[in-house]
């Protein structure tokens, strides 16, 4: 039986603040992971990643872990992490491609596991000698492309999973635009006086979330399982499982359990699994030139070609709350922002103000808040968290 592996390339392992603490697979591109994306492409479960050292012990809620076979076997089919392909599934074939670069392969004889180890090698290297089965999707050259691209994934995504789901509004719920693009799945509950905007694109409820009442979605939107919108107004949002939103908030990923539970605009931003926005923390997502923004990679400051670009927000990190944010911010896992002032646009991992958060107290930290939301951090989740500690960088700022 054939296994899946996704393979994190040179590319993907420079996806700061992510990358840090977590495979590329596990990112949300539009309204799912890119891991559940190949997942639905191939129509067989991800077995395990192929990503950097530091991620060996990486282990997150239904995610894989890191492969374990020293050796991977004829067969087995390995599938760059950067690539999201459309939901839904492709033929069957022996090599894969999207918008005529290899997305996937499948080995004709056995690959030793350490070939990935450096992330310098391309599927072409592997690809049979025989024609590729071509597939539609994304690229993500850039941890930015994940905004880059998606109004057009969430407009295409929440269509491809509401094939079973009755386009139906509950009674006083307010739709302006096409009530067919509303999508409510069965155990999820939207108070009266919400109002639902379908002009720009379909909205979709996952089953047991809740939308209070005075919230306005606008779509393309999506809001994950058991999340809950506390008021305001979400605008082209993908809101992973398990997060609370409140305030104004616009073309904006939460890759899922992270809050931001009061007032205070955040857009264009990205925010990483456990992270919580202090009250009234505000992200800027235009500078005052309108010129494009430029942000800061493990590389060197790269100019994005994106007039709109607020805050990436690594996992675990948290903001004082005021916090302001500038156009173009890089929040490192498990930093907290705590400054006087402006904080700096890039922010280190582990940084707490202007010291080095202690390891203990993080893991102490973090396993308080993730029992808030019924989730074990666990012996493995203690040496996962670890080794990206030891790993972490500097800001280079």
Request: with cysteine; net charge neutral; aromatic share 8%.
């Amino acid at each position: 039986m054939s296994a899946l592996y996704l393979y994190d390339d040179a590319a993907a392992r420079v996806f700061e603040p992510f990358s840090l603490s977590r495979p590329a697979g596990e990112l949300r591109a539009g309204a799912e992971l890119i891991r559940r994306r190949w997942e639905a492409a191939l129509g067989m479960p991800v077995s395990g990643y192929l990503t950097a050292p530091h991620l060996h012990n990486f282990t997150e809620l239904d995610a894989p872990t890191a492969a374990v076979p020293l050796v991977l076997a004829a067969g087995s089919i390995v599938a760059n992490a950067r690539c999201a392909p459309t939901l839904g599934r492709v033929a069957d074939g022996q090599a894969w491609r999207c918008h005529d670069r290899w997305a996937a392969v499948r080995l004709t004889g056995p690959v030793p596991l350490e070939h990935f180890a450096g992330g310098a090698h391309s599927l072409e290297s592997l690809s049979p000698q025989t024609a590729a089965v071509t597939m539609d999707g994304w690229w993500i050259d850039h941890v930015w492309d994940l905004l880059r691209h998606l109004p057009e994934m969430l407009a295409r995504d929440i269509r491809a999973l509401a094939t079973d789901i009755s386009p139906v509004a509950p009674d006083g719920v307010t739709v302006i635009g096409d009530k067919s693009a509303v999508f409510i799945e069965e155990g999820a509950k939207l108070e009266p006086l919400v109002v639902v905007d379908t002009t720009g694109g379909p909205v979709m409820v996952r089953r047991g979330a809740s939308v209070a009442a005075f919230t306005r979605l606008v779509g393309p939107c999506f809001i994950g399982f058991e999340s809950h919108v506390l008021g305001g107004r979400v605008t082209g949002c993908a809101v992973g499982e398990v997060c609370r939103v409140h305030g104004e908030v616009s073309n904006t990923i939460f890759l899922g359990h992270a809050n931001k539970g009061h007032d205070g605009f955040v857009g264009h931003s990205i925010l990483g699994r456990w992270s919580n926005l202090g009250a009234s923390t505000v992200t800027s997502n235009l500078k005052n030139t309108y010129g494009a923004v430029q942000l800061w990679t493990p590389t060197g400051q790269r100019d994005t070609g994106m007039q709109f670009l607020g805050t990436l927000l690594g996992d675990h990190a948290k903001t004082a709350v005021g916090t302001r944010l500038m156009t173009g911010t890089v929040v490192g896992t498990a930093a907290n922002v705590v400054a006087d002032g402006l904080p700096p646009k890039v922010v280190a991992p582990f940084a707490f103000g202007e010291t080095v958060y202690r390891l203990d107290k993080f893991l102490e930290v973090a396993e308080r808040v993730m029992g808030r939301r019924h989730v074990a951090l666990g012996t493995a989740g203690r040496a996962w968290l670890t080794d990206v500690y030891h790993a972490r960088w500097a800001s280079g700022a």
